[in-house]
């Protein structure tokens, strides 16, 4: 909206020239100053010469607007509508062709060359006017009125004359202000050349003789080149001020030739304006162009002389970027011929990546801009590249002309940028290294300090001393350095100190173990002018290393010795037991489900169990016995001096009484226990590792006979641990051979006496055809951790095959899976659930998962959310060997179980022995009231089914009603092609 309004504020003034110029053409033809009716053909010329300036730019308004004005006047001067609108389209014509052929884009050049007056005269004197006096001519003819040829000759004449008066005086006043102001002297001359030429006008336009009116020209052509155009203007308007004058005065040579007024003013003008138009713009420009060709000819012999003995490239280039000069530099730093290069492109020597740049300073030289300068990439003739750094700018004398300089800085920016390279390391190393660096002066002065030297003088004991060996003193084998720091050393040898391991004393009153040097800064002369001093901390290092020495031989977490240091000094105890004849006991000592409580209660309490652990055990043992931790849950305690087999015992039972004793972690209270195996030497072995490796031994037996004992090594013990070892190897194959198999064992719905569910039971068949229980193998794999990859594999396995009978007999029959604690535990159980789901296809509601008692025991937030999970995903849970385990049924009630698993272990003796039976009543009542259901495990016998019946279990399970088997005799077993005793009782 802004550019449309500027546009059209910039057409007001041209409109309104135009409009005053018809005006006064008006008022003349009124007052019969003028009487020839096509009197507004200035405005014409006036509507030329204002495009003629701007350009284009608003061509098509300011035309139709000037035609429009001369339409109207047309009117005003009595023409017809026809007339006055033929009038308007042939001077829009006459406007449009000299327009089209004489503007550019941008301003005018005509009127100021030979060539530009030439195509001006053409043009805008002859052609326009020729072609719009055509059209009147044509318009006249077909109306049928008197004298058409001699109008439409007038009316050409009138319009050549106009052009050749209207435009190059517009257009002198549309220059006003950008023509330069000539001297003093050549204005009196100027002055006197137009005196002349008043009074040669007088003198021929006095006499009636014709040709007499050419004694006008010597003094015009004199005034046109003392002066400028303006003067050649002021000097034409005094002619034509004269010879209108006389004219209407009756006198000089055009009244007496004319025979009637108009033919008077039509000579007069056309003298008058023929002079103007023609000979004057001429020899002005004629004339200005000999002085600037005279000016252009000696600058361009100095600056050429510049040019050939400057070191730099010095290019004239034209407005097109192509060279017009070329210095002779250009062989020494590019490697052209100065010759070869006339007439070629910058363009062309530019590297592809400065062709921006180039762009950009080129366009700024050619709008005139200061001085720019730029960086270019440049090719040499033998491949390689220059960085020249190119500036320039336009001649004034030649608006189309550019002088660039180029000069070679190659050298100049390969070293700014090695400096810059080097001091940006240099600096980005003082700034990041841990050693603090500083400079000094020759009087011991602080000059610099990077940010570690910083922080060590705001913290200096002195920070008000002159030198720095006042601010930081060192202190050395307990002396301070005074005249020996090496700040004060290095300045009076000249030559480096150090390092030297010294003691930096703060404000604090603490003092730091630093590694100190010093190097002199020496002069061109070789004088000492200063030096750099480097204090590096090694505190840190020598604190470290200490430590590191006694994490080598002590446990991180509890301080007792380690590994290395219990070998050490049982290999040390066992030569002194060989000497003196006495024995030596080894305790291995492992913490009962100690994994248990570290996954519940997290890693930081369990640390914290072990370290009062560790304190126990320390506090049971004498002087010379030795406590030690191997790792995890597990310490060894060596008793070096024993009589007999039976100190080693009253030893270990101490020690287990001892940890029995309720530890307090946090707001917890836990009650511990303890698996003890003892090794004795000689008995058990006379080396070091021998010895543990037979305790070890006999810890794991005491595990697998209850727990919370202790145990000494047999030779029987070893035999069985090498069997539980080959045991798990072979299971580790079978994992791979895909030995595993599962079996399926129906439960049966005591209201319905159906199959409702059934328990997948995991079977081992070894490649001898010999088929394994899970009593064998599964504590092996839960405490080699391949329950986990056997784990995945059972639920996997048999929720497809739960997925797949829902098409037979077994529709609607679900499968229950036992879950090991290993496997409960990981983060990614309820995922793992959810993707075995959603592999198999099998609805949630027809899985249930057998979780045990312990599982439960201490009930942490992730477990309370991981059943949370289940039973919002639809999953069943149910308690396996429910009323065996050691927790509360306070979780009954917290979590969302869905079933109660009596244990085989109350079913077996339920018959005979009262009290089990009162205990599976009061599971039975407790389930009841709780919304459970119950299933009893182990049914054998009749009198077991009914007497469960008679006690209100829901469902059961054994081997009355039928054997662990396969999907198809499970199948079978359902729809009651294999009835066993039990089925035809429950359904007789």
Same mark, same amino acid.
């Given at each position: 909206?802004?550019?449309?309004?500027?546009?059209?504020?910039?057409?007001?003034w041209p409109l309104a020239a135009i409009a005053a110029v018809t005006l006064m053409a008006l008022?003349?033809?009124?007052?019969?100053?003028?009487?020839?009716?096509?009197?507004?053909?200035?405005?014409?010329?006036?509507?030329?010469?204002?495009?003629?300036?701007?350009?284009?730019?608003?061509?098509?308004?300011?035309?139709?607007?000037?035609?429009?004005?001369?339409?109207?006047?047309?009117?005003?001067?009595?023409?017809?509508?026809?007339?006055?609108?033929?009038?308007?389209?042939?001077?829009?014509?006459?406007?449009?062709?000299?327009?089209?052929?004489?503007?550019?884009?941008?301003?005018?050049?005509?009127?100021?060359?030979?060539?530009?007056?030439?195509?001006?005269?053409?043009?805008?004197?002859?052609?326009?006017?020729?072609?719009?006096?055509?059209?009147?001519?044509?318009?006249?003819?077909?109306?049928?009125?008197?004298?058409?040829?001699?109008?439409?000759?007038?009316?050409?004449?009138?319009?050549?004359?106009?052009?050749?008066?209207?435009?190059?005086?517009?257009?002198?006043?549309?220059?006003?202000?950008?023509?330069?102001?000539?001297?003093?002297?050549?204005?009196?001359?100027?002055?006197?050349?137009?005196?002349?030429?008043?009074?040669?006008?007088?003198?021929?336009?006095?006499?009636?003789?014709?040709?007499?009116?050419?004694?006008?020209?010597?003094?015009?052509?004199?005034?046109?080149?003392?002066?400028?155009?303006?003067?050649?203007?002021?000097?034409?308007?005094?002619?034509?001020?004269?010879?209108?004058?006389?004219?209407?005065?009756?006198?000089?040579?055009?009244?007496?030739?004319?025979?009637?007024?108009?033919?008077?003013?039509?000579?007069?003008?056309?003298?008058?304006?023929?002079?103007?138009?023609?000979?004057?713009?001429?020899?002005?420009?004629?004339?200005?162009?000999?002085?600037?060709?005279?000016?252009?000819?000696?600058?361009?012999?100095?600056?050429?002389?510049?040019?050939?003995?400057?070191? &730099?490239? =010095?290019?004239? +280039? /034209?407005?097109? $970027?192509?060279?017009?000069?070329?210095? *002779? @530099?250009?062989?020494?730093? %590019?490697?052209?011929?100065?010759?070869?290069?006339?007439?070629?492109?910058?363009?062309?020597?530019?590297?592809?990546?400065?062709?921006?740049?180039?762009?950009?300073?080129?366009?700024?030289?050619?709008?005139?801009?200061?001085?720019?300068?730029?960086?270019?990439?440049?090719?040499?003739?033998?491949?390689?590249?220059?960085?020249?750094?190119?500036?320039?700018?336009?001649?004034?004398?030649?608006?189309?002309?550019?002088?660039?300089?180029?000069?070679?800085?190659?050298?100049?920016?390969?070293?700014?940028?090695?400096?810059?390279?080097?001091?940006?390391?240099?600096?980005?190393?003082?700034?990041?290294?841990? &050693?603090? =660096?500083?400079? +000094? /002066?020759?009087? $011991?002065?602080?000059?610099?300090?990077? *940010? @570690?030297?910083?922080?060590? %003088?705001?913290?200096?004991?002195?920070?008000?001393?002159?030198?720095?060996?006042?601010?930081?003193?060192?202190?050395?084998?307990?002396?301070?350095?005074?005249?020996?720091?090496?700040?004060?050393?290095?300045?009076?040898?000249?030559?480096?100190?150090?390092?030297?391991?010294?003691?930096?004393?703060?404000?604090?009153?603490?003092?730091?173990?630093?590694?100190?040097?010093?190097?002199?800064?020496?002069?061109?002369?070789?004088?000492?002018?200063?030096?750099?001093?480097?204090?590096?901390?090694?505190?840190?290092?020598?604190?470290?290393?200490?430590?590191?020495?006694?994490?080598?031989?002590?446990?991180?977490?509890?301080?007792?010795?380690?590994?290395?240091?219990?070998?050490?000094?049982?290999?040390?105890?066992? @030569?002194?037991?060989?000497?003196?004849?006495?024995?030596?006991?080894?305790?291995?000592?492992?913490?009962?489900?100690?994994?248990?409580?570290?996954?519940?209660?997290?890693?930081?309490?369990?640390?914290?169990?072990?370290?009062?652990?560790?304190?126990?055990?320390?506090?049971?043992?004498?002087?010379?016995?030795?406590?030690?931790?191997?790792?995890?849950?597990?310490?060894?305690?060596?008793?070096?001096?024993?009589?007999?087999?039976?100190?080693?015992?009253?030893?270990?039972?101490?020690?287990?009484?001892?940890?029995?004793?309720?530890?307090?972690?946090?707001?917890?209270?836990?009650?511990?226990?303890?698996?003890?195996?003892?090794?004795?030497?000689?008995?058990?072995?006379?080396?070091?590792?021998?010895?543990?490796?037979?305790?070890?031994? @006999?810890?794991?037996?005491?595990?697998?006979?209850?727990?919370?004992?202790?145990?000494?090594?047999?030779?029987?013990?070893?035999?069985?641990?090498?069997?539980?070892?080959?045991?798990?190897?072979?299971?580790?194959?079978?994992?791979?051979?895909?030995?595993?198999?599962?079996?399926?064992?129906?439960?049966?719905?005591?209201?319905?006496?159906?199959?409702?569910?059934?328990?997948?039971?995991?079977?081992?068949?070894?490649?001898?055809?010999?088929?394994?229980?899970?009593?064998?193998?599964?504590?092996?794999?839960?405490?080699?951790?391949?329950?986990?990859?056997?784990?995945?594999?059972?639920?996997?396995?048999?929720?497809?095959?739960?997925?797949?009978?829902?098409?037979?007999?077994?529709?609607?029959?679900?499968?229950?899976?036992?879950?090991?604690?290993?496997?409960?535990?990981?983060?990614?159980?309820?995922?793992?659930?959810?993707?075995?789901?959603?592999?198999?296809?099998?609805?949630?509601?027809?899985?249930?998962?057998?979780?045990?008692?312990?599982?439960?025991?201490?009930?942490?937030?992730?477990?309370?959310?991981?059943?949370?999970?289940?039973?919002?995903?639809?999953?069943?849970?149910?308690?396996?060997?429910?009323?065996?385990?050691?927790?509360?049924?306070?979780?009954?009630?917290?979590?969302?179980?869905?079933?109660?698993?009596?244990?085989?272990?109350?079913?077996?003796?339920?018959?005979?022995?009262?009290?089990?039976?009162?205990?599976?009543?009061?599971i039975i009542a407790l389930a009841i009231s709780l919304g459970k259901r119950v299933v009893a495990?182990?049914?054998?016998?009749?009198?077991?089914?009914?007497?469960?019946?008679?006690?209100?279990?829901?469902?059961?399970?054994?081997?009355?009603?039928?054997?662990?088997?396969?999907?198809?005799?499970?199948?079978?077993?359902?729809?009651?092609?294999?009835?066993?005793?039990?089925?035809?009782?429950?359904?007789?």
């Amino acid at each position: 909206m802004n550019t449309i309004r500027r546009q059209i504020q910039s057409l007001l003034w041209p409109l309104a020239a135009i409009a005053a110029v018809t005006l006064m053409a008006l008022w003349l033809r009124q007052h019969e100053v003028i009487t020839s009716s096509p009197a507004v053909w200035l405005a014409d010329g006036v509507c030329l010469a204002i495009l003629m300036y701007r350009g284009r730019s608003g061509a098509a308004a300011l035309v139709t607007g000037a035609c429009c004005t001369i339409w109207l006047a047309g009117l005003a001067m009595g023409l017809s509508l026809g007339d006055s609108l033929v009038q308007a389209l042939s001077d829009a014509l006459e406007i449009g062709v000299a327009l089209w052929a004489l503007s550019k884009k941008d301003h005018a050049t005509h009127l100021e060359t030979p060539y530009g007056t030439k195509r001006f005269i053409i043009w805008a004197l002859l052609v326009a006017p020729l072609l719009s006096s055509l059209v009147v001519l044509s318009w006249l003819v077909l109306i049928g009125q008197a004298h058409p040829w001699g109008t439409g000759g007038l009316r050409f004449v009138s319009h050549a004359l106009g052009n050749a008066l209207a435009v190059p005086c517009t257009m002198e006043v549309l220059r006003w202000r950008g023509a330069p102001a000539l001297s003093r002297r050549r204005t009196r001359r100027c002055m006197q050349a137009l005196v002349g030429l008043i009074a040669a006008s007088a003198v021929a336009f006095a006499q009636p003789m014709l040709p007499v009116l050419f004694i006008i020209f010597p003094p015009l052509m004199l005034l046109a080149m003392t002066g400028n155009r303006r003067w050649v203007l002021a000097g034409m308007v005094a002619v034509a001020a004269v010879g209108a004058a006389m004219t209407l005065a009756g006198l000089g040579p055009i009244h007496h030739q004319a025979h009637f007024p108009t033919w008077n003013a039509l000579l007069l003008q056309l003298f008058i304006l023929s002079c103007m138009a023609v000979v004057l713009p001429l020899t002005a420009s004629m004339e200005q162009r000999r002085k600037l060709s005279r000016t252009l000819r000696g600058s361009e012999a100095r600056y050429r002389m510049l040019a050939e003995h400057s070191h &730099d490239i =010095v290019l004239l +280039l /034209d407005a097109d $970027g192509y060279c017009k000069y070329v210095s *002779p @530099a250009i062989q020494d730093m %590019l490697g052209y011929p100065a010759g070869k290069m006339f007439e070629s492109s910058l363009q062309s020597l530019v590297d592809d990546d400065s062709q921006a740049t180039a762009r950009d300073l080129w366009m700024q030289l050619l709008q005139g801009q200061p001085p720019a300068t730029a960086l270019l990439r440049m090719r040499h003739a033998n491949g390689t590249y220059r960085i020249m750094e190119a500036t320039g700018g336009l001649i004034d004398e030649e608006p189309d002309r550019v002088v660039l300089t180029l000069r070679d800085v190659t050298a100049r920016i390969a070293a700014e940028e090695a400096l810059r390279q080097e001091r940006l390391m240099t600096d980005v190393t003082l700034q990041a290294i841990g &050693d603090a =660096v500083f400079t +000094l /002066d020759r009087h $011991g002065k602080l000059e610099f300090a990077n *940010p @570690a030297g910083k922080a060590l %003088l705001d913290r200096s004991v002195a920070p008000d001393e002159a030198t720095l060996e006042q601010q930081l003193p060192l202190w050395r084998e307990g002396r301070q350095m005074t005249d020996l720091h090496p700040a004060c050393m290095v300045r009076k040898t000249g030559m480096p100190e150090g390092p030297y391991l010294c003691a930096l004393e703060l404000k604090d009153g603490t003092r730091h173990s630093i590694e100190c040097s010093a190097t002199p800064i020496h002069s061109s002369a070789g004088k000492v002018i200063g030096a750099v001093l480097v204090f590096r901390d090694v505190s840190a290092v020598l604190e470290l290393s200490e430590r590191m020495a006694h994490l080598a031989h002590f446990d991180a977490l509890t301080g007792l010795p380690n590994r290395a240091l219990l070998l050490e000094r049982l290999d040390i105890a066992l @030569a002194r037991a060989k000497q003196t004849a006495h024995h030596l006991a080894v305790l291995f000592i492992d913490l009962d489900r100690f994994k248990q409580i570290n996954d519940t209660l997290g890693h930081g309490p369990g640390d914290e169990l072990l370290q009062q652990v560790a304190d126990r055990l320390q506090s049971v043992v004498k002087s010379g016995d030795t406590v030690a931790r191997l790792g995890g849950d597990e310490f060894v305690v060596l008793l070096p001096e024993l009589s007999g087999k039976a100190d080693a015992a009253v030893a270990a039972s101490k020690a287990l009484e001892l940890l029995s004793q309720p530890i307090r972690i946090g707001r917890r209270e836990l009650q511990l226990s303890a698996s003890i195996g003892v090794s004795l030497f000689p008995d058990d072995g006379d080396d070091a590792d021998l010895l543990i490796r037979h305790a070890d031994i @006999a810890m794991y037996a005491a595990k697998r006979q209850g727990r919370n004992d202790h145990r000494f090594y047999t030779a029987a013990m070893e035999a069985s641990a090498q069997k539980e070892f080959d045991l798990e190897n072979a299971l580790r194959f079978a994992v791979m051979r895909s030995e595993l198999f599962l079996a399926f064992q129906p439960r049966v719905d005591m209201s319905s006496r159906k199959i409702i569910s059934t328990e997948a039971l995991m079977r081992w068949r070894r490649p001898d055809g010999e088929v394994c229980l899970p009593d064998e193998f599964i504590p092996i794999a839960e405490a080699s951790g391949l329950i986990l990859a056997m784990g995945s594999w059972a639920l996997k396995e048999a929720c497809r095959a739960c997925k797949a009978w829902q098409n037979g007999p077994l529709q609607g029959v679900s499968v229950s899976v036992n879950i090991s604690q290993v496997q409960f535990v990981r983060d990614n159980f309820l995922g793992f659930v959810m993707e075995s789901l959603r592999e198999t296809g099998l609805p949630p509601h027809l899985l249930e998962l057998e979780l045990t008692e312990s599982m439960l025991m201490e009930p942490s937030e992730a477990i309370q959310q991981r059943i949370a999970g289940l039973s919002a995903l639809g999953v069943k849970l149910s308690i396996d060997d429910f009323g065996t385990g050691f927790s509360s049924l306070a979780y009954l009630r917290r979590f969302a179980i869905d079933t109660l698993k009596i244990d085989r272990s109350f079913v077996m003796h339920m018959t005979e022995d009262p009290e089990d039976a009162s205990v599976i009543h009061a599971i039975i009542a407790l389930a009841i009231s709780l919304g459970k259901r119950v299933v009893a495990e182990g049914v054998e016998t009749m009198q077991q089914a009914s007497q469960l019946a008679a006690l209100g279990c829901h469902e059961m399970q054994g081997h009355w009603l039928g054997r662990p088997g396969s999907v198809e005799q499970l199948a079978m077993l359902a729809a009651g092609k294999t009835k066993t005793a039990s089925f035809r009782s429950m359904r007789g």
